[in-house]
């Protein structure tokens, strides 16, 4: 198995997300005035996704158990520092998306449904402070963004690294052959 940079995914996500020191604090700073109300975001999450045929099969009679899980994620949303640790967790749980078989396009559909739920609440919150509510939009983008970036890069590894199992177990051919091969071909 490839030898995974958990802190060098971490820094590029971050990079690439615009997730900086300042974002998390805010994130941080407004979680008091969320917190209550992220598993009614879980809530309309399952809701939605039992409502689309397509992901109704991959959630059926599992609901009340995932609900727990993501509920969590999304408290950590809010007052997690994005660490490389954050980043494992994420990572592994773009690995068990591959290993469900979960299509990669629920994943970005999905945290859409978050972004739009969360900003709605963000709205009702901060109707009286419009600065207010623009920076938590702000500090929101990046951090979900942030999040997919790392479960889409799981996704990929994992899927690659699932595909070429595959392809070894049928063509007989052993990782050492195959990774001497690779390297040879550089």
């Known amino acids: 198995m490839q030898h995974i940079n958990i802190q060098a ?18 994130l941080h700073k407004i979680y008091p005035d969320i917190n209550t109300r992220l598993e ?8 939605r996704l039992l409502a689309i045929p397509s992901t109704r099969d ?12 993501h509920v969590v994620w999304l408290h950590e949303l809010f007052n997690s520092d994005f660490s490389e640790e ?22 970005a559909g999905a945290m859409t449904i978050i972004q739009s739920e969360l900003i709605r609440i963000f709205g ?22 942030f999040s997919l970036l790392i479960m889409q890069e799981s996704y990929q590894s994992s899927s690659l690294a699932a595909e ?4 070894l177990q049928i063509t007989g051919m052993s990782r050492k052959l195959f990774d001497n091969l690779a390297k040879a071909y550089k």
Request: charge should be negative; proline fraction near 1%.
């Open 9 to 26: 995914i971490c820094e590029y996500a971050r990079q690439f997300s615009g997730l900086d020191n300042e974002k998390v604090a805010f």
């Open 86 to 107: 954050y980043t494992r967790k994420l990572y592994h749980v773009g690995d068990v998306h591959v290993k469900v078989k979960l299509p990669v396009e629920f994943v």
């Open 164 to 167: 070429l199992e595959k392809f």
């Open 58 to 69: 991959f959630l059926e009679g599992r609901v009340e158990s995932l609900k727990s899980t």
């Open 124 to 145: 009702e919150v901060y109707a009286d402070d419009q600065a207010m509510m623009l920076k938590a939009i702000d500090a929101l983008n990046a951090a979900t963004g």
């Open 40 to 47: 009614g975001v879980s809530d309309v999450f399952y809701e």
